[in-house]
T-cell receptor, first 111, second 115 residues
Framework: GESVGLHLPTLSVQEGDNSIINCAYS??????FIWYKQESGKGPQFIID?????DKRQGQRVTVLLNKTVKHLSLQIAATQPGDSAVYFC??????????FGAGTTVTVRA | EPEVTQTPSHQVTQMGQEVILRCVPI?????FYWYRQILGQKVEFLVS????????KSEIFDDQFSVERPDGSNFTLKIRSTKLEDSAMYFC?????????????FGDGTRLSIL
C-alpha cells in the first residue's frame, strides 16, 4: 500500500491567515520528501523539499517541518493568498527513482 | 524557468488502438519518469528511465507499455493496445539527479480518454 498519506482531505483558510497541511509517512527508511502543489488542469508543481538530516526548511512563504520520530511532515504557508488554492501533495522518495504520493489536501482560500 | 512540456494536452483514442504520449524534459536533466493519475486518485509511478534504459518500473507498467528516448530531447510513452482502464492523466517528469539531490519536475500532463 501507499506509504505516504495526509491527515485531512480538505482545508479551508481565510485569506491572510497561515495554513498548515499535514502528512504522515510509514517508511522509516525514507530520507527525502517533497511538497507539490497541483492546480486544476496542471501537473504537480514543486514547492519545497527536505532531506531526513534536517527537521526544518524554509522557502518563500513556505516552511516544511519533518518529525522523524513520529514520521510526520507538514507544510506551512504564511499569509495565505487566493493563488494558494490548490491540491497539495506530499511525496516520498522511497527508493532512488520512485516517488510515492499521498492522497492530497485540497486547500480553499476564503476572501 | 525551464519546464517539462507534454503533447498533446488531450488524446482521445478507441480501445485497442496504440497511443504515443510525448514529453520534452528539462534540457540538462538526465532522469526521466512517467506517472499517471486516474481521476480523483493519487499520482502513481509508472516507470523511470536513465541512460537509455528503464531503471525501475511499477506493476502497472506491463508489456503493453514502453518508453523511448528517440532523440536528444524527446521522451515518449507508448501504450500498444489501449484499454478503458488506461484512461487517466499521464504526467512526465524529469530530474537532474536522483533522490536527495534533486527534485522531480512535472509537466502539465496529457489527458488520455479511451472510448
Amino acid at each position: 500500500g501507499e506509504s505516504v498519506g495526509l491527515h485531512l482531505p480538505t482545508l479551508s483558510v481565510q485569506e491572510g491567515d497561515n495554513s498548515i497541511i499535514n502528512c504522515a509517512y510509514s517508511n522509516s527508511a525514507s530520507d527525502y520528501f517533497i511538497w507539490y502543489k497541483q492546480e486544476s488542469g496542471k501537473g504537480p508543481q514543486f514547492i519545497i523539499d527536505i532531506r531526513s538530516n534536517m527537521d526544518k526548511r524554509q522557502g518563500q512563504r513556505v516552511t516544511v517541518l519533518l518529525n522523524k520520530t513520529v514520521k510526520h511532515l507538514s507544510l506551512q504557508i504564511a499569509a495565505t493568498q487566493p493563488g494558494d488554492s490548490a491540491v497539495y501533495f506530499c511525496a516520498e522518495n522511497i527508493d532512488d527513482y520512485k516517488l510515492s504520493f499521498g492522497a492530497g489536501t485540497t486547500v480553499t482560500v476564503r476572501a | 524557468e525551464p519546464e517539462v512540456t507534454q503533447t498533446p494536452s488531450h488524446q482521445v483514442t478507441q480501445m485497442g488502438q496504440e497511443v504515443i504520449l510525448r514529453c520534452v524534459p528539462i534540457s540538462n536533466h538526465l532522469y526521466f519518469y512517467w506517472y499517471r493519475q486516474i481521476l480523483g486518485q493519487k499520482v502513481e509511478f509508472l516507470v523511470s528511465f536513465y541512460n537509455n534504459e528503464i531503471s525501475e518500473k511499477s506493476e502497472i507498467f506491463d508489456d503493453q507499455f514502453s518508453v523511448e528516448r528517440p532523440d536528444g530531447s524527446n521522451f515518449t510513452l507508448k501504450i500498444r493496445s489501449t484499454k478503458l482502464e488506461d484512461s487517466a492523466m499521464y504526467f512526465c517528469a524529469s530530474s537532474e539527479a536522483l533522490r536527495g539531490k534533486a527534485a522531480q519536475h512535472f509537466g502539465d500532463g496529457t489527458r488520455l480518454s479511451i472510448l
